[in-house]
């Protein structure tokens, strides 16, 4: 697939700060754990509901 981009927007919360480490080859790369939340109201109860993901990210450039 040379050539092709993908692209994703997650917005949420940072379960920690980044954790930024030097690669072999000088480059850096990037860690870090981001929380996506969806709310939502239960049609049956009323009652609000919530459900989080943890989302593991790895940012590096090539």
Known sequence: MAGSLNKVLLIGRL????EIKQMVNGKSVARLSL????????KNTGEKKEKTEWHRIVVFNE
């Open 35 to 42: 929380a996506t939340s969806q709310s939502w109201k239960d």
């Open 15 to 18: 379960g920690a700060d980044p």
